[in-house]
């Protein structure tokens, strides 16, 4: 088993200024590929540019990409996020769809650095009461009871419908003012 992630910091969940709640706003801000023109370990960089750039960019209109060929170097990609983080990530002999895959996959994210998660759910407003779950409100004979029961097997909501209820009411009114008579 391995130790990492005594490494990692720990937090909480959260999303950057509660993005999702209104409209949804990509934390991409730009993307910086870099590669060299002549060497063999950029030809996936190179190729994702020639094939699948120019689609990456009009699906992702609030992402600036920029290009940027260096001499004899090794490709990496630079992503850069609205809350400032910069991710950095060698491209170094990967293909075209490995290229595809880690830009989406940079796209997706909120830039927040990876943490270990203390628990799975947060709250700004915690409450003694626990968290809600679908038998929270249910009766407790249900908890001792033997199926199939009697009175638990039978569907609920067997009493009139809304449509019925409202045509009692109008009658009871009816009968209750005699001079509201219906217009004929």
Same mark, same amino acid.
């Given at each position: 088993m391995s130790n990492t992630h005594l490494f990692l910091p720990s937090g909480f969940i959260r999303t950057p200024l509660q993005n999702g709640l209104g409209r949804y706003i990509p934390q991409l801000q730009r993307i910086t590929l870099k590669f060299c023109k002549n060497h063999g370990g950029s030809r996936g960089v190179r190729d994702f540019i020639e094939s699948d750039l120019m689609e990456f960019a009009k699906t992702n209109p609030g992402t600036v990409v920029y290009l940027k060929p260096r001499r004899h170097r090794s490709p990496c990609m630079v992503a850069e996020y609205l809350n400032g983080e910069r991710d950095y990530m060698s491209c170094h002999e990967f293909s075209r769809d490995e290229v595809h895959k880690w830009l989406s996959y940079m796209c997706t994210r909120s830039g927040i650095p990876?943490?270990? /998660?203390?628990?799975? #759910?947060?709250?700004?407003?915690?409450? +003694?009461?626990?968290?809600?779950?679908? /038998?929270?409100? #249910? %009766?407790? $004979? +249900?908890?001792? %009871? $033997? /199926?199939?029961?009697?009175? =638990?097997?039978?569907? %609920? @909501? #067997? @009493?009139?419908? %809304?449509? $019925? !209820? =409202? +045509? $009692? +009411?109008?009658?009871?009114? !009816?009968i209750e003012d005699p001079t509201n008579k219906p217009q004929q």
């Open positions: 990876v943490m270990r /998660f203390r628990k799975y #759910q947060h709250t700004d407003y915690p409450t +003694i009461q626990g968290v809600w779950n679908p /038998f929270t409100h #249910q %009766a407790p $004979e +249900i908890n001792v %009871a $033997e /199926f199939p029961h009697d009175v =638990l097997s039978k569907p %609920a @909501g #067997q @009493g009139p419908t %809304a449509t $019925e !209820q =409202l +045509i $009692e +009411i109008f009658k009871k009114t !009816q």
